[in-house]
Nanobody
């Protein structure tokens, strides 16, 4: 069974850091791209970062570039998203999702259940 399980979210004060994890199973992890997508209350989902596990290429939304860092451990089948200098506007449910390559949100094949990130001002 394909599974993507996010963890690492929580409540943190503005300026703090978190590292989110996405543990994958049930598919050939190193052949897929893993993206992080967030959805803030009342807003549409926003793709914030993606990594192509096949070549290691990474992508970031302009809104998070410089603060978010995505990485992948193929042996552990886990993708990480480190978030630095957290801002209240980063508050959202963060999902990881898998596709053959980094692309549009609607193209992702598998989705996790999400992990809540809440940033207080």
């Amino acid at each position: 069974e394909v599974q993507l399980v996010e963890s690492g979210g929580g409540l943190v004060q503005a300026g703090g850091s978190l590292r989110l994890s996405c543990a994958a199973s049930g598919f050939t992890f190193d052949d897929y791209a893993i993206g992080w997508i967030r959805q803030a209350p009342g807003k549409e989902r926003e793709g914030v970062s993606c990594i192509n596990n096949s070549d290691g290429n990474t992508y970031y939304a302009d809104s998070v570039k410089g603060r978010f860092t995505i990485s992948s451990d193929n042996a552990k089948k886990t993708v990480y998203l480190r978030i630095d200098s957290l801002k209240p506007e980063d508050t959202a449910v963060y999902y990881c999702a898998a596709h053959e390559y980094c692309g549009y949100i609607h193209e992702y094949t598998y989705w996790g259940q999400g992990t809540q990130v809440s940033v207080s001002s």
